[in-house]
């Protein structure tokens, strides 16, 4: 999707109806995406037979809406969703049947129904014989659809019709089609950008390119007990880290998965390491890393846990009375990934030289911050990390325990790149994409040398 076309942004919804014009869909679909547009497809029933569902669907990016009494996985009424999100409906072909039942309110289909949802601007370019087009019921409906309903009517064109005979009733070209979508939308704001209220998109199948990679992913937030009942926590629900598991096991990654305190369902598929406290992050982190053959024990490690930065000095080992108030006293916990990444590049824990970790793994922390970014890329020097994501937690869609995220990332080469707000798996993709190619380069040139180091402590 680009933002720079008339349609950047939008979100249009194309009806297709069964007449032999519907392979046109493709298309249409094709210069509509050039415009920008996000497209989501719906089919009548008829259209299904000219058209597979299949390839609008790969093409599109969403599931194709034929059902008009089917759910949405999330149980969200699919026609309804895509009724209120839409900038646009556009009709491409409209049948003279589907204009019948437009224009008398039958909403029998998906595509009927839609437009008797919407708000949205709606776009009907008509195809079909000549004769059924040129008849008084048919003139009627679509005077109707322009007149009463404030319907654009893309008119047919002149042409051999799949009759064998002359006549005006071709779809009218898509250009010409496009730019009545664009007209009927104007300057009217963009509905709705959230990709969570959007129909969702279907996951595009991705290579299995981190197969023969193993990936520690630490996902969830540390407690830090106060006794044996109370801790320090944070509101991390690992809904991040899970995403980037599980998108690195449908990559073909071996996976571990170090989990501390996760709310959302563990991936099948993953090792699973139960972490809770900080303590017992590190443990897992370290006996992951290996070492001990100056062999990596993973490829690539990424940290989206949150861990506590502070821990009771003295947690009780009998539940605390409320009594007269509690003061805590609370230490420093160690930086977990940038002691990670001491180790790989070559110092032991107390700072000792011994030779760096090979192949060198690349690493990816996170940083949840609240308003400026500024801090990240020298978070990320400090760190000695690889690739550093960083988002905004306390913007709306962002952060802890929702389903999107938008983040920034930032990169050894002091590059930024900041991504619009996505779903959380396709921020986990985006970020495994960066991971590959990190990988790619490590193994071309062999790389072993000791990386940047964070400042000691
Ligand atoms: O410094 P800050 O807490 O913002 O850094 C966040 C990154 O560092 C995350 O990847 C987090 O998992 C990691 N971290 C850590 N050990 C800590 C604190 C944070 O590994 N004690």
Not at 306 to 335: E, H, M, N, Q, Y
């Amino acid at each position: 999707m680009t933002v720079d076309g008339r349609l950047g942004g939008r979100l249009i919804a194309l009806g297709v109806t069964g007449s032999i014009a519907a392979y046109k869909a493709t298309e249409l679909i094709r210069l509509l995406a050039a415009e920008g547009a996000d497209v989501v497809v719906m089919l009548t029933p008829s259209a299904t037979r000219f058209v597979a569902p299949l390839a609008l669907e790969a093409l599109s990016g969403h599931a194709v809406e034929s059902d008009v009494l089917a759910l949405l996985p999330d149980g969200r009424i699919g026609h309804i969703v895509i009724a209120d999100t839409c900038d646009a409906v556009v009709v491409a072909p409209a049948t003279a049947s589907w204009l019948g039942a437009m224009a008398n309110g039958l909403a029998g289909d998906v595509v009927t129904a839609t437009c008797l949802a919407s708000s949205a601007p709606v776009v009907v370019a008509p195809a079909m014989d000549g004769e059924m087009y040129a008849h008084p019921a048919t003139t009627a409906n679509v005077a109707r659809l322009r007149d009463t309903f404030g319907y654009r009517i893309v008119e047919p064109e002149e042409g051999p019709l799949a009759s064998g005979q002359l006549g005006v009733g071709r779809l009218a070209a898509l250009p010409t089609i496009v730019a009545a979508v664009v007209a009927a939308i104007g300057d009217r704001p963009v509905r709705t950008a959230d990709p969570a209220v959007r129909p969702a998109r279907v996951a595009a199948p991705r290579p299995a390119d981190l197969a023969g990679r193993h990936v520690v992913v630490t996902a969830g937030g540390t407690r830090e007990p106060i006794d044996p009942v109370r801790f320090i926590g944070n509101r991390s629900t690992g809904r991040m880290g899970v995403a980037v598991a599980e998108a690195a096991l449908a990559r073909g990654a071996e996976v571990t998965l170090i989990a501390a305190g996760v709310s959302v369902d563990l991936p099948a598929g993953a090792a699973i390491v139960a972490a809770e406290t900080t303590a017992q992050l590190r443990a897992a982190l370290l006996s992951a890393l290996g070492g001990a053959d100056g062999r990596a024990g993973f490829d690539a490690l990424v940290m989206a846990a949150a861990v506590a930065d502070f821990t009771p000095i003295a947690p009780a080992d009998t539940k605390l009375a409320r009594g007269a108030g509690l003061r805590l006293d609370l230490a420093p916990t160690p930086d977990l990934v940038a002691e990670v990444v001491r180790i790989a590049a070559g110092l032991d824990s107390a700072g000792a030289s011994r030779r760096p970790l090979s192949p060198r793994p690349i690493i990816v922390g996170f940083a949840a911050e609240t308003g400026s970014l500024d801090r990240a890329a020298g978070k990320l020097q400090r760190k000695g990390l690889d690739l550093l994501v960083a988002n905004d937690v306390a913007e709306p869609g962002s952060g802890f325990g929702s389903e999107t995220n938008r983040v920034t990332v930032f990169d050894r080469d002091g590059d930024r790149e900041a991504w619009p707000l996505l779903p959380k798996r396709d921020v986990a993709d985006r970020i495994l994409d960066r991971v590959v190619r990190a990988l790619d380069e490590r193994d071309t040139m062999g790389q072993t040398e000791p990386i940047e180091q964070e400042s000691q402590r």
